[in-house]
């Protein structure tokens, strides 16, 4: 460990007011020391082009280099600063990663921040003196760094972990994690400033009219209403597909003709069959809809540049709502989840088309997308859309109701639903009813979901039990409980059977039967755990997909169930499900299909596959998320939509496809949960991010006027 100590300076730095100066990185001073692990400072000072002095410091090939800035004896006392400011500059031509850690001389004290450090001119890092996410600010991502402030460079951490008692500060520290080659900064003034200006500085003003970020340009960008109109407006070319039959079945692929759309093997491969009797592979796009991209406004109103008034036509844009109970993993600790909403994607479209803009949207939207080669109306979509029988659409179950619910620990879109509660199979019988109102008889409906992303299991080695140990777990009165017991206690007859089987102490079968048991883990001294975790996920599956799908089947015997849509699973929980569902849908999020679910077990199962989501997206149309699978700029997002699809198509278990989604989301987060990322075909003012949807054109196109997939 090198040590370095510093004298005090004053440099040209123009600090923002009430700022408290703590160090010079630059300059040696007297109070302050620098301690370097794996790091090396140079001997001379550096002067920016700014004018301003700076000094070099290298981070060398290690787990953990560090450099740790303290005071030469106790602590700091920043009682009442709001902000770390650090002038710093990223000597590389390539972004870095930097880790800043804020030490309270009490070890339960700390903050931690990481930032990406991008190449190029210096900047002003700026770390919240307490916790803070782009969920305090409503979203789900926060805007990207660094922004312009004053005539500076700003690099805002809008992500902090930790507690910090701000009079009680030991050290910071600065740290890269494991680089592979020696790495270098240049660092400056070190201040510690009153009040948030920089952290809320970073959402201000973030929105224009139009719901579009206003700190960066992008193609689609426009700036006022007759360029919104003539992109809208643009009449793309149509399909030229041929030899298909009117629902987009290939006449080349002549399978059982039933009237109804349904499933079948022909020569090695599924197929889902037209009404016709035409092999039909499922193109489709999720949440097709004009009613999906509201944000709140309520207590955010500061960054909104121009929100239209809620009054007059514009009225009809502006609504309130509640989102603080809807979920529990998604959206979690996010302020802002309630209140007034404004919906700038259905202004845009009224801005362009008046007040018959929904009509105009709908029949605009359904050329759209046939004229990208899309043949599916997918889950979430307007139902409208479906009965214009232009494509074949889908429907969706919406699960609710007062039955119990079994907690799993994942728990992203809450507990997992309690098939063995009464009140479920009355729930299901209603939501069946309901969703096919009006379509039992339409050849045009491929089928129905039910359920989506439901919390089978967990993630962590043992995740797969945890829907087992969940409801061992679960409160005394829990039907599924109650029903797991029962099996145990027809499996085993006396309570120390169980408890010699499970290495546990368990005295009577009360012991088992009150909420909070400690259920164990699986381990290699007792089997039985997993043999009675398997069975018992076994039976929760059939219990819950045997209630499902005789609730489809009662209110129409007509169309299929295309599964529950999985993203966390068991293999117990997919092999009860291909044995009630047409079709086993999978929400993947990966590279490739394969690659996000067990393609060997489901040949073995010999059921046919839907993937009913997945999308690729950026960070350089507007929103900041750049969605569960990423690429780094918005020309891959068509190659990867390529690479995904052929891959898929070449499967021959594989019968459909659903891109997530139509519209993008609100750069300020949507109303569920905050999502706020781009991975869509249409940006928040409804024209086309062209270059995507011509690589999603080309390769849908190619896919359906193939001889074969």
Excluded at 90 to 117: E, Y
Excluded at 212 to 232: F, G, H, M, S
Aim: charged share 20%; aromatic share 10%.
């Amino acid at each position: 460990m090198k040590r370095v100590w510093l004298f005090a300076a004053v440099v040209s730095f123009a600090a923002p007011a009430m700022a408290a100066e703590v160090a010079d990185l630059a300059v040696p001073a007297a109070a302050v020391r620098i301690d370097l692990q794996h790091a090396t400072s140079a001997p001379a000072i550096e002067t920016a082009q700014d004018g301003v002095t700076q000094r070099r410091y290298t981070f060398q090939p290690a787990p953990n280099p560090q450099i740790a800035v303290m005071p030469a004896q106790g602590g700091w006392n920043w009682q009442g600063q709001g902000e770390l400011h650090l002038r710093v500059q990223n000597a590389m031509p390539w972004a870095v990663t930097l880790v800043v850690d804020i030490d309270g001389t009490d070890a339960k004290s700390h903050l931690h921040a990481v930032v990406g450090l991008p190449a190029g001119p210096a900047q002003t890092l700026v770390v919240p003196l307490h916790a803070t996410s782009p969920l305090a600010f409503g979203m789900q991502v926060g805007p990207p760094m660094p922004i312009a402030e004053q005539g500076r460079r700003v690099l805002v951490a809008t992500t902090v972990e930790g507690t910090l008692d701000p009079a009680a500060v030991r050290a910071v520290r600065l740290s890269m994690p494991a680089p592979q080659a020696p790495q270098s900064i240049l660092l400056g003034r070190f201040d510690v400033v009153a009040g948030e200006a920089a952290l809320r500085g970073a959402y201000t003003g973030i929105v224009d009219r139009y719901g579009q970020y206003t700190r960066e340009d992008w193609p689609e960008k426009i700036t006022n209403d007759d360029a919104l109109r003539a992109a809208v407006k643009r009449v793309p070319s149509a399909a030229s597909i041929g030899d298909e039959d009117r629902y987009g079945g290939r006449l080349d692929v002549r399978l059982q003709k039933t009237g109804w759309f349904h499933t079948q093997k022909s020569g090695g491969r599924w197929w889902l069959v037209t009404p016709d009797g035409h092999g039909f592979f499922s193109l489709g796009v999720n949440t097709v809809k004009a009613d999906d991209t509201r944000t709140y406004v309520q207590d955010r109103e500061f960054m909104f540049r121009d929100v239209p008034p809620d009054s007059g036509a514009w009225a009809a844009f502006h609504g309130t709502g509640d989102n603080r109970n809807a979920q529990q993993g998604a959206g979690a600790g996010r302020c802002c989840n309630h209140g007034r909403w404004f919906d700038f994607y259905a202004a845009n479209l009224y801005r362009v088309d008046g007040t018959g803009w929904l009509a105009a949207w709908r029949t605009r939207t359904l050329a759209r997308l046939q004229a990208w080669g899309f043949n599916t109306i997918a889950n979430w979509s307007d139902p409208v859309l479906g009965a214009m029988h232009k494509l074949p659409y889908t429907r969706e179950l919406d699960i609710r109701g007062d039955f119990g619910n079994v907690a799993t620990g994942y728990d992203w879109w809450g507990r997992m639903p309690d098939p063995f509660d009464p009140r479920f199979a009355r729930a299901m019988d209603t939501a069946a009813a309901k969703a096919a109102q009006g379509v039992r008889d339409d050849p045009w409906l491929l089928g129905y979901f039910a359920g989506n992303e439901l919390s089978w299991s967990a993630y962590g080695p043992n995740g797969r039990w945890a829907l087992a140990v969940g409801t061992l777990r679960g409160e005394a009165h829990s039907a599924a409980k109650q029903a797991f017991i029962a099996e145990l206690k027809k499996k085993y007859g006396t309570p120390d059977k169980l408890a010699s089987a499970w290495g546990i102490a368990l005295p009577s079968w009360d012991a088992l039967d009150v909420t909070d048991f400690p259920a164990p883990e699986p381990n290699e001294a007792h089997p039985a755990i997993t043999d009675d975790y398997s069975a018992w996920l076994s039976r929760y599956a059939e219990q819950f997909f045997r209630t499902v799908a005789d609730a489809i089947h009662r209110h129409d015997p007509h169309h299929l169930y295309l599964g529950s849509r999985f993203a966390v699973s068991t293999p117990e929980a997919i092999a009860v499900c291909a044995k009630y569902c047409g079709v086993v849908s999978f929400n993947i999020y990966a590279d490739l299909p394969q690659h996000g679910f067990d393609a060997a077990a489901m040949r073995k199962l010999d059921k046919p596959v839907v993937i009913s989501e997945f999308h690729f997206g950026s960070d350089d149309r507007g929103p900041f998320g750049k969605g569960v699978v990423s690429v780094e700029h918005e020309a891959q997002r068509g190659e990867a939509y390529a690479r995904f699809l052929q891959a898929a198509a070449a499967d021959p278990d594989i019968v459909g496809t659903h891109w997530f989604e139509y519209v993008d989301e609100p750069v300020t987060g949507r109303l569920l949960d905050g999502e706020n990322g781009h991975f869509s075909l249409v940006g928040i003012t409804d024209i086309p991010f062209a270059g995507f949807v011509e690589s999603v054109r080309k390769t849908n196109l190619e896919l359906r006027r193939a001889t074969s997939p």
